[in-house]
């Protein structure tokens, strides 16, 4: 099981919440877990939680690497590529299911990466991470999770 072995890029198992001033603290409930086997033909399932913006609109991206993308003062560990786009414009929602949403009233959420079945996959390495919208917040963006890495096996 991924859940054992899960490292997330900045901190095991913890986001980034910046204060008024810039500052990042790792914040413990606010984090994104995923598990499952991790090979071809398998799924990922992702626990999305952040409890602060509970009832907030999020949106959930994977990339193949860890950027980052400068949101604000802030940093967003993906990169800017192809299957970013994919996994943000909704255009194979068999892939990736619930990547947007609304975390329900105690910020949690879940989201699947279906990992194609195909043997060529094994060996890539793939970024997840989502934020959390609101029009008031900088740049619209509320919060960013922490970056769940995970390699196809």
């Given at each position: 099981m991924w859940r054992d072995s899960v490292y997330v890029v900045g901190g095991w198992g913890r986001s980034k919440t910046p204060d008024a001033t810039g500052t990042i603290y790792y914040t413990?409930?606010?984090t994104l877990t995923g598990s499952g086997a991790g090979a071809p033909?398998?799924?990922l399932d992702f626990?999305?939680?952040?409890?602060?913006n509970a009832g907030l609109p999020y949106q959930m991206g994977s990339s193949f690497g860890n950027g980052p993308i400068p949101i604000d003062s802030r940093k967003l560990e993906l990169s800017l590529d192809d299957l970013l786009v994919l996994s943000v414009s909704n255009a194979l929602p068999a892939i990736f299911r619930n990547?947007?949403?609304v975390l329900d009233a105690s910020g949690k959420a879940s989201a699947r990466l279906g990992i194609?079945?195909?043997p060529v996959l094994k060996g890539i390495r793939i970024y997840t991470a989502f934020v959390t919208?609101?029009?008031t917040a900088p740049s619209g963006i509320?919060?960013?999770?922490?970056?769940?890495?995970f390699t196809i096996q």
């Open positions: 413990p409930d606010l033909g398998t799924n626990a999305l939680n952040m409890a602060g990547y947007a949403g194609p079945n195909l919208l609101k029009a509320a919060s960013i999770s922490n970056t769940f890495l």
